[in-house]
């Protein structure tokens, strides 16, 4: 019976590519926990800062995911312990980015129907008022007005 064959080596260059993807993933996942902390602490408008920073993580997660595909990379080929980050790292991230897409959404409801109720306020203070047809009838209608809602996060 022959011993099993060890993996091949990995290449340096695709371990500090998945090193840095691990570094990239870490840093999204505790940026997205972040805003989500803020949002449900009902601090909307600090999370405006966040944005930025979160568009240019993902941005660079991407790109180090599209370079290991292009390398043909595969996550088993890597090194046991690096391998076992990567995969803690990934299920964190896809839970952390799961919860803030949850509270984003429950936020957004909350706020249109707050915006919802606003409206409706504001048109039940006006009185139909009456003007008269073609025909010299009098018709009542409501007059157009005008709500300017900032509706930004």
């Known amino acids: 019976m022959t011993p099993p064959m060890p993996p091949p080596a990995v290449p340096a260059q695709v371990t500090s590519q998945a090193t840095d993807m691990l570094d ?8 997205l926990a972040h805003e989500t902390e803020l949002v449900r602490a009902g601090h909307v408008r600090d999370i405006g800062a966040l944005q930025r ?5 993902s941005l660079l997660y991407q790109d180090a995911i599209r370079r290991l595909d292009a390398g043909g990379v595969k996550i088993v080929a890597l090194p046991a312990p690096l391998r076992a980050q990567v995969v803690a790292a990934s299920s964190r991230l896809a839970d952390v980015a799961a919860q803030n897409e ?3 959404r429950v936020g957004r ?3 249109r129907k707050l915006l919802d109720m606003l ?15 073609a025909r010299r009838k009098a018709t ?7 709500v300017a809602i900032d509706r930004r996060l």
């Open 24 to 31: 990239l993933m870490m840093r999204l996942a505790d940026l």
């Open 53 to 57: 920073e979160k568009l240019r993580l």
């Open 102 to 104: 949850r509270t984003l």
């Open 109 to 111: 409801a909350a706020t």
């Open 119 to 133: 409206v409706d306020s504001v048109r039940s203070q006006f009185k139909p008022l009456t003007r008269y047809d």
């Open 140 to 146: 009542g209608y409501a007059p157009a007005f005008a």
